[in-house]
């Protein structure tokens, strides 16, 4: 079994950024590709970004040039750094880690303030 324990979410005023970080432990043969999705007040859950084990990265058109997805093997971390916030980038950030099967984080509320 996989645990991840995400941190990094917060209020933050419209420009600003925050940075998520998204550990994983526990029974870890191997990790795939590790990402990010987000889930809005009424709206479905959808991807941020994703990084696959050689490092390609993928961002969702919204957040591209402002989003940026790295990990550390070593740590089994996943990390996002957000830069230039705006309101609409408020919701519940969800890690996700193919670990040979999908696991989830628990969720971390981003606030950002107009």
């Known amino acids: 079994q996989v645990q991840l324990v995400e941190s990094g979410g917060g209020l933050v005023q419209a420009g600003g950024s925050l940075r998520l970080s998204c550990a994983a432990s526990g029974n870890i043969f191997s990790i795939g590709t590790m990402g990010w999705y987000r889930q809005g007040p009424g709206k479905q859950r959808e991807l941020v970004a994703t990084?696959?084990?050689?490092?390609?990265?993928n961002y969702a058109v919204s957040v591209k040039g402002r989003f940026t997805i790295s990990r550390d093997n070593a740590k089994n971390t996943v990390y996002l750094q957000m830069n230039s916030l705006t309101p609409e980038d408020t919701a519940v950030y969800y890690c996700?880690?193919?670990?040979?099967?999908?696991?989830w984080g628990q969720g971390t509320q981003v606030t950002v303030s107009s």
């Open positions: 996700n880690i193919w670990a040979g099967v999908d696991n």
């Open positions: 990084i696959t084990s050689l490092g390609t990265t």
